[in-house]
């Protein structure tokens, strides 16, 4: 489908979505119930974490109403890539959406903090941040925007692959035409590591590498294994780990107030499970990918001196607004 028809299609599909209402059956008192049909989207296949978590939410949302919920969870970008997703969440085109939180931050700017490169020490320390205090202001931050946050998940620690060379130091990158997402910090990042950053939509990122508008893209094992990555011309992968890619659950507040008080509140109970489910699945399948692309002849580089990476994006640092958020997140990991 060519590019603009595809987005008008796009456009009336979110613009048709929302929570929809239709009386069903009720099972035991034979009267009739309002039935919610929700639209939760996300830009990854249907065996991803995101979409499997997204499913059993899904399942057990329907089994707990008695099937006055129905969720269908659209993969794959099926109803918008991120940004899109984003969007809809703010006016309630979109019900639910999983997302990294790279494009969150055109819509909520505090979240500019989480995309910072090497910010979290680890996986478990990110959790905590996440779970706590710090986690529960940026969800604040969101419903402002009209976004519930149900819970944290995450896409993975994101790495670097391209078509040209092995990557083993800054001086590598340099020149190297990189696709990014559409997150500020990204963009200094890799101006910042000497590359030539696109950002560009998960969407139209696959094209770009099939046909060599750029070089270069960034993600975690999973993406780039469930995406044949090997198959669009990346040869290389180094393990950067640049960015903890940290993903949200997120409910539409429109979506929210429409549904009945005893729904939205199994909505919300199951949709604070997911991230951990989704967690639990990454850090499952991280390592199958990873022998999966080695397997399919992508050159891993495991072996990296991460300080000159580490260094050569300090002055990223320098760019962030919401610094005192910043220093609170390297504060909570002392
Ligand atoms: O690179 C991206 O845009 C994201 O990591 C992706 C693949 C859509 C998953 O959130």
């Given at each position: 489908m060519e590019w603009k028809k595809k987005m008008t299609v796009m456009a009336a599909m979110l613009a048709g979505a ?21 639209q939760?989207g ?32 659209f993969?794959n970008s099926e109803i918008g890539a991120?940004?899109e997703l984003?969007e809809g969440?703010?006016?309630?085109t979109v ?106 939509a998960?969407t139209e ?130």
């Amino acid at each position: 489908m060519e590019w603009k028809k595809k987005m008008t299609v796009m456009a009336a599909m979110l613009a048709g979505a929302g929570v929809m209402a239709g009386c069903g059956d009720e099972a035991a008192g034979g009267g009739e119930e309002e039935v919610y049909t929700l639209q939760a989207g996300h830009s990854l296949p249907v065996d991803h974490p995101y979409h499997i978590a997204f499913q059993e939410m899904a399942d057990d949302i329907e089994e707990r109403t008695d099937g006055r919920v129905i969720i269908e969870v659209f993969a794959n970008s099926e109803i918008g890539a991120e940004r899109e997703l984003i969007e809809g969440l703010t006016l309630g085109t979109v019900d639910l959406a999983v997302s990294s939180t790279a494009p969150i931050t055109s819509f909520v700017p505090e979240l500019e903090v989480l995309d910072v490169p090497f910010l979290f020490e680890s996986r478990d320390a990110a959790v905590e941040v996440l779970n706590g205090e710090i986690g529960d202001d940026l969800a604040a931050q969101m419903e402002e925007q009209g976004i519930i946050l149900l819970s944290w998940g995450e896409n993975g620690y994101r790495h670097v692959t391209n078509s040209v060379h092995p990557i083993e130091s800054p001086e590598d990158l340099e020149g190297l035409k990189i696709r990014t997402q559409e997150n500020e910090i990204h963009l200094a990042a890799f101006e910042a590591l000497g590359a030539q950053p696109t950002p560009m939509a998960w969407t139209e990122a696959l094209t770009a590498l099939q046909q060599g508008v750029v070089d270069a893209q960034e993600n975690p094992a999973i993406v780039a294994d469930q995406f044949n990555l090997y198959e669009a011309n990346q040869k290389f992968m180094t393990l950067t780990g640049h960015v903890y890619s940290v993903a949200a659950y997120l409910l539409s507040q429109q979506t929210y107030e429409e549904l009945p008080e005893d729904l939205r509140e199994i909505v919300v109970e199951e949709g604070m499970e997911a991230g951990e489910r989704q967690r639990e699945l990454i850090i499952e399948m991280e390592a199958e990918s990873l022998k999966n692309l080695k397997e399919q002849g992508m050159e891993i580089i495991e072996e990296v001196d991460i300080a000159p990476f580490q260094e050569a994006v300090q002055p990223v640092y320098d760019q962030i607004e919401h610094v005192e958020l910043l220093n609170r997140i390297k504060e909570a990991q002392q």
